[in-house]
């Protein structure tokens, strides 16, 4: 029976069903055209088709066939009706769809939340939290619930606020805070928020998202620190530099770009660099549009060709051009100009100059280093290379620090463990190095570790600094003061050259040494001390004889002959004989007191022609004055004692001031040296009493009578002091008094005067190079900390105040960079002049190295630095007008004070004023 009768129900039956899957196609239809991802496209499409053949079919089976009685099959509604559902399953199984409630999918999401979830209610307090809450507070879930939400939050009233902004129904989006954790740590975070209402709009709670940014915020600092120190390098680069984009449009330009082209900044910026403001010709803006191009492209270019300046002036230059990618930015492009000019100048220069203009690491003053963290050598400067005495940097790479460039292997061992006490980095530590032929350098160095990208310890690095002269300047003044030292006791005149020998060997190669004395009475030359490994003996010998000291003694000047001088100069040939075939080296320094030439010093070698230099020369002559007198004091000494007999003789002709005096210091007699020296004639001196004033200063009257004293009850005494001329000036002596000995009863004592002033001098002028900064004439680093530890001594002692300030130069480097090291040295000594007429003459200035000072204020504290401050900025302000130059000296400047009741070390005062030194450096260059 067909599905239609006279009743009305089976029509509108139909008719409903025609409708809802009518209406049901329309919207999967309308679903799929309207929505953006392939799959849902895909399930709408399986679904619209199998829903379209169930309706076709299920009107032919059950409507139209019957109907019109075509064939009349059984009912098959249901089977229909599972194509549908078929499709649906299809478009489960193959793209995963699947409806779930809203309740469901909420707790999925809240349950695989990475950030911290809260839910509050409309108190504030916690309802329910999350895992990754948990994770995050360190609580416990049943810890939180019911307590306030200010638990996690240390701004204040910050519940209030959440309220507040919750009842005015105010969402918070990532404000930034500081959320604090069980444990106490507080943790930057970025907190929003949103109110939850019921169907009828009011409050029941509100939801907080807190999401840990504390490694974005490392992210975001370490980006910063790059991107700051990608600018100082564009800035800073000794190569003009321009930033633009990929269209060309110019961001930025350096210093070089604009003392090299004369655009400043201002002038160039936001215009095109193709529009031909640096371009000769349009030829070549084709070609930077070619090369831009390139760089998009990811390659690198460095290409030769013509630039023009803003004058007209045409350029050639080396460009280097590079892309910078960053993240969710265009393509950016820098550009560097090298004028090849200046660089064949540069060339030219350093070929006729012995590089004069090379980079600042090829002319660095002092060397650099780089090793591994093995110790082996990475790079070095040529001026280390230099040091060592290497003939290129290939020779020294490799080379391990510890076994073949310390002296001594295990001194490295000790550098690196105070290395490591000091947080990898140490300054002024003295080390002992070993050139290329073995010989030791003595350096102070400033080293640090240095870190791969993972930040791990790579190595070591740090600067050598050549102190050999320095100490071999200490070490001269400590030779000279001992063996002055020795001279005035009364050791033997052969301890006494055994004493010279040991010394000289601290200084030069003495192995082979001996001293040659001339008695120009006898005509002879005697040899009273000799060290030789061919245990050469050496007898006296006529002065006439023909040898190298013959040469030395005759002249007076020092002489130096090597086999290789007999080999190639034909004026050497005549002491060829006498050199022989076993030395290599012979230098002879005369033994002068004033005019006189009473011997000589002689050191040998027997297989290195190039034992002795110029400097070896310079040295024995510096200090063979101070043991020609010692010697000759010696020889006085023994000559007194020896021959009373020839007392007389020796009295009249002795070269240096003498008087005899008797048994109570009364004047017998003077010689005329004595006349020359302080003025007075036999007839002016002779009865008075040697120490009744007229050669004493009146303090040192007291002194004059003890000697006198000692000198008849002694075999001998000596005493180096000052005596008063007849005009009343002072002049430094050494005295030596040996009684007159007669049926041995004491008569009467010899008393020698020995005008010791250019010692003297050449004693204070090696002083002052030892203690004074030799282009300034402030006090060097080493003694002007000496003052210091003394200041600080004396301050606490008297309970006194000490004022220490720290100063340096603003941009010193770009002065050397720009202008030029001779510049530099001009404004250090311009500055040393400056501190002279600021500050008081009690007060210390040393210079501690390159542009850093150290000034110490004695009584004085922190209420005068503001003072001192002004006093100094006025003089600079005066000095900077005089000067008249193109770059203002400006420096900066930190305190510290020493009180007695707070006593703190050197260190802490130098750190301190440090510190604060670079703390007023940082404002002056944001302001």
């Not at 590089?355 to 050598?377: E, H, W």
């Not at 001339?518 to 002879?524: A, G, P, W, Y």
């Not at 007198?629 to 020896?642: G, Q, Y």
Request: glycine share 6%; net charge neutral; proline share 3%.
């Amino acid at each position: 029976m067909g599905i239609w009768s006279d009743s009305i129900w089976p029509y509108l039956f139909y008719f409903y069903y025609l409708s809802f899957t009518g209406i049901g196609l329309y919207l999967i239809y309308n679903f799929g055209r309207k929505t953006k991802e392939p799959s849902k496209i895909n399930q709408a499409k399986i679904i619209f088709i199998t829903a379209l053949i169930s309706l076709i079919l299920s009107t032919l089976v059950e409507v139209v066939f019957p109907e019109l009685e075509i064939v009349k099959l059984p009912s098959l509604a249901n089977v229909i009706t599972l194509i549908w559902a078929s499709g649906l399953v299809y478009a489960i199984v193959k793209y995963k769809f699947m409806v779930i409630t809203p309740v469901v999918a909420a707790e999925k999401i809240i349950s695989t939340m990475t950030d911290a979830l809260i839910l509050l209610d409309i108190e504030g307090n916690v309802a329910a939290i999350n895992e990754a809450m948990l994770d995050l507070s360190g609580y416990q879930e049943d810890e939180l619930k019911g307590k306030s939400v200010e638990i996690f939050f240390r701004e204040k009233d910050f519940k209030s606020i959440l309220l507040d902004k919750a009842i005015k129904k105010e969402a918070i989006r990532n404000y930034e805070l500081y959320f604090k954790t069980k444990a106490g740590n507080n943790i930057s975070v970025l907190f929003s928020s949103s109110t939850i209402s019921n169907e009828v709009g009011d409050l029941i709670g509100i939801i907080c998202i807190i999401k840990d940014i504390t490694s974005l915020k490392k992210s975001e600092e370490i980006l910063r620190q790059s991107q700051e120190e990608a600018n100082s390098l564009f800035q800073n680069s000794p190569l003009a530099g321009v930033y633009h984009d990929e269209n060309g449009l110019i961001l930025n330009v350096n210093y070089k770009f604009t003392k090299l082209f004369g655009y400043s900044l201002k002038e160039i910026k936001g215009r095109n660099i193709n529009e031909g403001m640096i371009f000769p010709d349009d030829k070549t803006i084709d070609e930077s549009k070619y090369l831009t191009q390139l760089t998009i492209a990811g390659k690198d270019i460095e290409y030769e060709t013509i630039r023009k300046k803003k004058d007209g002036t045409l350029v050639p230059v080396i460009i280097t051009v590079a892309s910078i990618i960053r993240q969710e930015e265009k393509k950016k492009v820098i550009a560097f100009y090298q004028d090849r000019t200046i660089y064949k100048e540069a060339l030219e220069k350093i070929t006729e100059s012995e590089k004069k203009y090379r980079t600042l690491f090829d002319n660095m003053p002092v060397a650099y280093y780089q090793s591994d963290n093995k110790g082996n050598m990475l790079i070095m400067n040529p001026a280390g290379v230099k040091l060592l005495e290497f003939q290129s940097l290939d020779e020294i790479i490799g080379k391990n620090l510890a076994r073949e460039l310390y002296y001594r292997p295990e001194d490295r061992k000790k550098f690196l463990e105070l290395l490591e006490n000091k947080q990898g980095k140490i300054k002024d530590y003295e080390v002992v190095l070993k050139n290329k032929n073995g010989k030791s350098v003595i350096v102070s160095t400033n080293s640090q570790y240095y870190y791969n990208e993972a930040g791990d310890i790579a190595g070591v690095e740090g600067i050598f600094v050549d102190i050999t002269e320095r100490k071999r300047n200490e070490k001269i003044q400590e030779v000279l003061n001992y063996i002055a030292k020795i001279a005035n006791s009364s050791i033997s005149l052969s301890r006494l050259y055994r004493i010279i020998h040991q010394q000289l060997g601290t200084l030069v190669d003495a192995t082979n040494f001996y001293i040659a004395l001339l008695n120009r009475e006898e005509n002879k030359v005697y040899f009273p001390y000799n060290t030789n490994k061919n245990k050469c003996e050496y007898q006296p010998r006529s002065f006439s004889q023909h040898s190298l000291n013959t040469v030395v003694l005759n002249t007076g000047k020092s002489f130096l002959v090597t086999s290789d001088m007999i080999k190639e100069n034909a004026q050497f040939q005549k002491y060829k004989e006498w050199f022989g075939s076993f030395r290599k080296a012979w230098l002879g320094v005369p033994l002068n007191i004033k005019e006189e030439t009473i011997g000589a010093l002689v050191v040998q070698n027997y297989s290195d022609p190039d034992c002795y230099s110029r400097k070896d020369i310079l040295l024995l002559e510096f200090i063979s004055s101070q043991i020609s007198i010692a010697i000759k004091r010696k020889l006085d000494e023994e000559a007194l004692r020896k021959s009373q007999q020839e007392f007389a003789n020796l009295f009249r002709n002795n070269p240096e001031a003498t008087v005899y005096t008797d048994e109570k210091g009364n004047v017998i007699n003077v010689n005329s040296r004595f006349t020359e020296l302080f003025g007075y004639s036999l007839a002016e001196m002779k009865g008075n009493n040697i120490d009744s004033g007229l050669i004493q200063p009146p303090d040192l009257i007291g002194e004059a009578k003890e000697l006198t004293q000692k000198g008849i009850s002694k075999d001998y005494v000596g005493i180096e002091t000052v005596r008063k001329k007849k005009d009343g000036t002072i002049v430094p002596v050494y005295i030596s008094a040996s009684p007159i000995i007669v049926n041995n009863s004491p008569k009467g004592t010899i008393a020698v005067y020995y005008d010791i002033s250019e010692r003297k001098e050449a004693e204070e002028q090696l002083r002052r190079l030892v203690r004074v900064d030799t282009l300034t004439g402030c006090y060097n680093r080493r003694y002007g900390l000496e003052l210091l530890d003394r200041q600080i001594k004396l301050s606490h002692r008297n309970q006194s105040p000490l004022l220490l300030a720290f100063l340096d130069i603003d941009n010193f480097k770009y002065i050397n960079d720009n202008y030029g090291h001779s510049e530099g040295d001009i404004l250090l000594k311009q500055v040393a002049r400056l501190f002279d007429r600021t500050f008081r003459e009690v007060d210390i200035v040393c210079r501690l190295g390159g542009d850093e000072f150290l000034i110490i204020f004695p009584d004085s504290s922190l209420i005068e630095a503001p003072l001192i401050r002004e006093r100094l900025k006025e003089n600079i302000l005066q000095l900077n007008s005089e000067r008249k130059k193109d770059f203002q000296l400006k420096i900066s400047m930190g305190f510290s004070e020493y009180l007695p009741d707070k006593p703190e070390s050197l260190d802490e005062l130098i750190s301190i004023a440090d510190q604060r030194m670079y703390e007023e450096k940082r404002k002056n260059k944001k302001n």
